[in-house]
């Protein structure tokens, strides 16, 4: 069974698109727990989080939790995890990421099929490789992808960390240093999953939230998507953006 890794600071806006994701799209039948961590939010994204845990528990009985803290770092949060954890395997998710239907499942399929996998990144644009008619490709069969690193989300086997030190927690880098210097079995899922970051969407209202957020000190300035290139990935955000604000506008008429 695998542990479901959330971790929120700020980006309300982000939180509450990310984590419907996160309920909608992932195969709870695989999940042993869920544990939410608010790292002191301050615009109101603990609150909202404090009502959305509590709904969980009533899809997933005493199996949802919500951990308050004031690391202010992911490596932090996540060696905080790690020192608490039964679990043969987590998946880490950060509340800008936006989770397609079947990611779990697809992770585990390449965990399972490559034994000596300890870390395997998920997030879209990674591995894109043009198919014949110039765009990316999608969907299965999956495989692995050896990479020098990967990033802070997709699915890691709770035991590359035990038999390592901890990793190095400064703010929120740390991660990537602790690949280098140690050197777990780590690379990419291949093809990408539909599984892009909202903070580099390069249409509203993700480009006016990104601004503001890295303006408050929650984001980081990434560079936006291709939007010829990475469409294909992010498009389906877009289509629940339309169809949301359809039935907001439906409500008030």
Known sequence: MIDVLYLAWNRLEFTTRTFDYLL???????????????????????????????????????SAELRLS???????????????SEAAWFAKI??????????????LDVAQGQSD???????????????????PEVGGPYSFEPASHIGGVGLMRVQAFR????I????????TEWQNRYEPTRGWIRPDLLC???DRIPEEPFVSLRETYVENGWSRPWPAYSEQWMRPYYSWVLKRETAAAAAAKEIRL
Do not use: K
Not at 117 to 135: K, Q, Y
């Open 24 to 62: 909608a799209h992932t195969d709870w039948s695989l999940v042993n727990r869920l544990i939410v961590y608010d790292d002191g939010s301050e615009d109101g994204t603990q609150e909202w989080l404090r009502d959305a845990v509590a709904t969980c528990n009533e899809m997933l009985p005493d």
């Open 70 to 84: 004031d690391l202010r770092s992911p490596p932090a949060i996540m060696n905080h995890y790690l020192a608490t």
């Open 94 to 107: 950060d509340n800008d990421i936006a989770v397609p239907g079947g990611w779990l499942n697809a992770l």
């Open 117 to 135: 996998v300890e870390l395997l990144g998920m997030e879209a644009g990674m591995v894109a490789m043009p198919g014949r008619d110039g765009e």
């Open 163 to 166: 038999s390592r030190p901890a």
């Open 168 to 175: 190095p927690s400064r703010g929120r880098y740390g991660f």
């Open 196 to 198: 892009p970051s909202l």
